[in-house]
């Protein structure tokens, strides 16, 4: 019987077991956006896992949002990854790099000089950002990129994906999710354009489209996850008039079903009326990693069920670095500190213990 710790494949990525570390951010790159030599033990320390997915790293200085978080945007910043990917691959783990350009959920303080926050339209998202200089400010007011702006950062994908090759990763995983630039355009509330990538559904998915395409053509179809979480309202997201949720989903995943994506990657919002695993397997013939507050019975059960090929788990990787093996020896889980999330160093990031350390 197929296991959570059955072996796996996703398009080309050849998984040990079938658990995943989720993507999470954890603000411990630089203040300029290089990863650290403490980024490649936090994730060595994670790499019994099937498959690791990178926290959000952005494509540019114009797709960074948060403070302290990772950009890959030249060759570089692509060795300053090497470490990380070395030490995966050391343990015998496999990773992926997370691709998040944050377009309006974003503050000028966490950014480059000169960079600036872009989004499909103008129109600002409601609420508050960390800053380190300044605590707590208000999201910053976008940019509309023109029409001609737009394959410019559909590049950004392409040279992101290139450049993970590059740095080692195995592959990429496009952010499609959580308020960020592809949810924005794919969103009537805000995408208010009137061009190709705005109005009906075929228009709003065509960013979307755009950029896995340029990822794939760049790494191969088999080395790119698409993340997605249809109805997610994080980051002030919301439909306008009569747009339908589903339909979005819908129209853009039998758009891209052809390609031969390495996985579809669902959190299923606990809780919504949406079935968003039932969505993503009615359109979509490939493998799919399931997401969102699953325990080990559970995950099991999706698994064993066929209703994916994998499950990911983010806050349980955070404070348990050996995850794996504590879900096989059913030992209990540590539970992690929320007040080191975010912060700079080494404490709440890599000083979790195994279980045979504690
Ligand atoms: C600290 C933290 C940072 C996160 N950062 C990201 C991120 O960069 N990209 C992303 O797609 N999801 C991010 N998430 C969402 C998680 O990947 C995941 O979807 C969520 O935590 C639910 O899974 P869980 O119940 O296993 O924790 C983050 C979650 C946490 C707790």
């Not at 339909?247 to 853009?252: G, I, K, P, V, W």
């Amino acid at each position: 019987m197929v296991s959570l710790f059955s072996p796996t494949s996703l398009g080309t990525l050849e998984l040990k077991n079938r658990i995943v570390m989720a993507p999470m951010t954890r603000s411990r790159s630089t203040e300029n956006g290089a990863a650290t030599d403490l980024m490649a033990t936090y994730y060595g320390q994670r790499a019994s896992a099937g498959l690791i997915v990178t926290e959000g790293i952005a494509p540019s200085e114009n797709g960074k949002g948060y403070c302290r978080t990772p950009v890959l945007d030249s060759p570089e910043r692509a060795d300053g990854w090497r470490p990380v990917t070395s030490a995966v691959h050391q343990s015998g783990g496999l990773i992926v790099a997370q691709v998040m350009h944050c377009g309006r959920i974003a503050h000028r303080d966490n950014k480059a000089p000169g960079a600036e926050t872009v989004a499909p339209s103008a129109v600002c998202a409601a609420g508050e950002m960390y800053t380190d200089g300044n605590g707590l400010q208000p999201f910053d007011q976008p940019r509309e990129l023109t029409e001609d702006e737009v394959p410019e950062v559909v590049a950004e994908y392409r040279r992101f994906a290139a450049l993970a090759l590059e740095a080692g990763f195995d592959g990429v995983e496009l952010h499609g999710t959580s308020g960020y630039l592809p949810a924005q355009f794919l969103c009537t509330g805000t995408n208010r354009r009137t061009d190709a990538y705005g109005g009906p559904v075929e228009n709003r998915i065509r960013f979307v489209v755009e950029a896995l395409h340029a990822m794939a053509d760049e790494v191969g179809a088999g080395r790119v996850g698409f993340r997605i979480c249809p109805g997610n309202p994080f980051n002030d997201l919301q439909d306008e008039g009569p747009s339908d949720v589903e339909d979005t989903f819908r129209t853009l995943l039998e758009e891209i079903r052809h390609m031969g994506l390495a996985y579809l990657h669902v959190i299923r919002l606990a809780g919504a009326d949406l079935d968003n695993l039932a969505l993503a397997s009615d359109h979509h013939d490939g493998a799919l990693v399931a997401n969102d507050s699953f325990d080990a019975r559970e995950a099991e059960d999706a698994i064993s069920s066929g209703r994916c090929d994998a499950v990911s788990f983010a806050r349980h990787f955070l404070a348990n670095p050996d995850l794996v093996e504590r879900l096989a020896d059913r030992l209990p889980l540590a539970r992690f500190d929320h007040r080191t999330l975010y912060t700079p160093g080494p404490a709440g990031y890599v000083d979790y213990p195994t279980a045979k350390e504690s």
